[in-house]
């Protein structure tokens, strides 16, 4: 049974089936909405009869009652290795049409309930679900969603790709009031995946979502090219923030504040880039709504403390902020990141729901950010300029990932923001151009003597850029031996133009380095390592 708890409440006698079971209270120092007074298991199904009788306080409050018609027996241990899904849709938009929230959350047609897009996979009260090594492409849903107090479940070694919705999902928004840890949404991990290209026709999804969860870990993971968030973590926004906080903030008075069971999650090593290439106001990493059980209060601290650490996130685009937490946002540590190419801010806490929250110890090539949240404790980034990153941050970089992606570029196309090319001197990055490059984007300097280099291994390799009648000379290096001098002038734009292969070379590890010599500007779109 939810309720309120305030000073004017009391004790409340429960009875199961006409006989008492215990006696509980709502009396609290302050007002707080939506709280299980009573939470009854172990029921045999069928019908049976709850009643409560008040004992004490001034007042007695019934907010609604939530029901479990089944046994909670979760579908476990099952594993699926290997599997393409592909080809899935979903024709909702068709008949009620796309009633945004935000994220991938819709409104349910003709309510105020919200819902999560349907995914090609669904797990609902699954324990010890796995899913390795799967391809999940062409879907007109989501992805993966692990749903309904799903726990202890991995989705490892995936890639998701060309997804009309979100990537993956995690948890549901509505849960929020959840005691019985067996009802949460708890354990569960999501590593060493590649989630590309997702949002392709609802582009308020992303690469990874999820709502109220516990210990839940986002790790080792390639998060790219989406037109919104790459991670999105959270829900709720100014429900679990005091009442003085709203109140600092501007909203309504008396306030609607509750708590939710969210804490002890873990972001850590991914590698987010080319987000936010159609819409606006989000950003690589995003959170929204709190974390560990706190208020923002001194009589209620955070009890659990959760982690944004180890991540690189890279080449945003349009108004955002590569670290986000949003309104809302509680109890996080976020450290040891780094922060390139892209973003009004490194990070931005803009509102004074934002609360008890560490910053130290990161890194970026922008130094703008926001600070206006309340009990955080911030140190600036160490800012970088010209591409000297510090040892510290290249040991970040070099973790970040999935491990297959670590270390020099393996055989294949290596698109301009791999980790794998250092960019030294003053480059920028453009994405989502729409002008044919190779994953519609690039990497470009205006400064002559800048370089990228690539760190390799393979025998053969080739450099592919753009060439217009605004660029120019290109040298090339390989093992820092000068090969040629290319010429990227043309007299109309030509997009994916191969400039240079080279020879056949010993097999092992090697470097090419590109520098700009002339022209206005010079390109990075990819390289192209062979064998």
């Known amino acids: 049974m939810l309720s309120e708890t305030n000073t004017d409440e009391g004790t409340i006698d429960v009875y199961v089936d006409g006989v008492k079971t215990e006696t509980v209270t709502a009396e609290s120092a302050t007002r707080v909405a939506q709280q299980p007074i009573v939470d009854i298991s172990g029921l045999s199904q069928g019908a049976h009869t709850v009643k409560l009788v008040k004992t004490g306080g001034i007042y007695m409050l019934v907010n609604a009652f939530t029901v479990n018609p089944d046994p909670v027996a979760p579908v476990h241990n099952i594993a699926l290795d290997g599997i393409t899904f592909t080809g899935t849709t979903w024709t909702q938009p068709d008949s009620t049409g796309y009633i945004d929230n935000q994220a991938g959350v819709l409104w349910e047609p003709g309510t105020t309930t919200p819902e999560l897009i349907p995914a090609a996979i669904q797990v609902h009260r699954g324990d010890e679900v796995q899913f390795d090594d799967d391809v999940l492409e062409h879907l007109g849903g989501s992805g993966i969603d692990l749903a309904d107090g799903t726990q202890n479940s991995t989705i490892s070694g995936d890639h998701i790709t060309d997804v009309s919705a979100g990537g993956v999902l995690l948890g549901e928004v509505d849960d929020y009031y959840l005691s019985d840890p067996a009802l949460m949404t708890s354990g569960d991990t999501v590593t060493q995946n590649i989630i590309d290209h997702v949002g392709q026709d609802y582009h308020d999804a992303v690469g990874v979502w999820a709502g109220y969860t516990k210990n839940t870990v986002i790790s080792n993971n390639d998060i790219g090219y989406t037109p919104y968030s790459g991670i999105s973590f959270g829900w709720g926004w100014g429900w679990q923030s005091d009442c003085s906080l709203q109140a600092a903030q501007g909203l309504s008075n008396p306030c609607r504040h509750g708590t939710d069971y969210a804490g002890g999650n873990q972001i850590t090593d991914n590698f987010v880039h080319n987000m936010m290439g159609y819409l606006h106001d989000g950003g690589a990493i995003y959170t929204n709504g709190g974390e560990g059980l706190g208020t923002g209060v001194a009589?209620?601290?955070?009890?659990?403390?959760?982690?944004?650490?180890?991540?690189?996130?890279?080449?945003?685009?349009?108004?955002?902020?590569?670290?986000?937490?949003?309104?809302?946002?509680?109890?996080?540590?976020?450290?040891?990141?780094?922060?390139?190419?892209?973003?009004?801010?490194?990070?931005?806490?803009?509102?004074?729901?934002?609360?008890?929250?560490?910053?130290?110890?990161?890194?970026?090539?922008?130094?703008?950010?926001?600070?206006?949240?309340?009990?955080?404790?911030?140190?600036?980034?160490?800012?970088?300029?010209?591409?000297?990153?510090?040892?510290?941050?290249?040991?970040?970089?070099?973790?970040?990932?999935?491990?297959?992606?670590?270390?020099?570029?393996?055989?294949?196309?290596?698109?301009?923001?791999?980790?794998?090319?250092?960019?030294?001197?003053?480059?920028?990055?453009?994405?989502?151009?729409?002008?044919?490059?190779?994953?519609?984007?690039?990497?470009?300097?205006?400064?002559?003597?800048?370089?990228?280099?690539?760190?390799?291994?393979?025998?053969?390799?080739?450099?592919?850029?753009?060439?217009?009648?605004?660029e120019g000379d290109v040298a090339i290096y390989v093992d820092g031996v000068l090969q040629t001098t290319v010429d990227a002038y043309a007299t109309s734009r030509h997009a994916q133009q191969t400039l240079y292969t080279s020879g056949t070379l010993a097999s092992g590890t090697h470097t090419i380095t590109v520098v700009k010599e002339s022209g206005t500007y010079m390109l990075v779109d990819d390289f192209a390592v062979c064998c």
């Open 299 to 470: 009589s209620s601290p955070c009890q659990q403390t959760s982690i944004i650490a180890g991540n690189v996130v890279a080449d945003g685009n349009n108004t955002n902020t590569m670290l986000y937490p949003d309104e809302g946002s509680s109890c996080w540590d976020i450290y040891n990141n780094v922060s390139e190419f892209g973003g009004d801010n490194w990070i931005g806490m803009w509102t004074p729901t934002i609360n008890d929250i560490d910053i130290y110890d990161n890194y970026s090539d922008n130094a703008s950010y926001y600070d206006n949240g309340t009990g955080t404790t911030f140190s600036q980034a160490t800012i970088v300029t010209g591409g000297a990153w510090p040892a510290a941050a290249k040991t970040i970089t070099a973790s970040a990932g999935p491990t297959s992606e670590q270390g020099p570029a393996k055989a294949g196309t290596v698109d301009d923001d791999s980790l794998a090319i250092a960019y030294t001197g003053a480059w920028s990055d453009s994405g989502f151009r729409g002008l044919g490059d190779y994953d519609d984007g690039v990497h470009y300097t205006t400064t002559n003597a800048a370089q990228a280099t690539l760190t390799f291994t393979g025998t053969m390799v080739s450099y592919v850029t753009e060439t217009n009648v605004d």
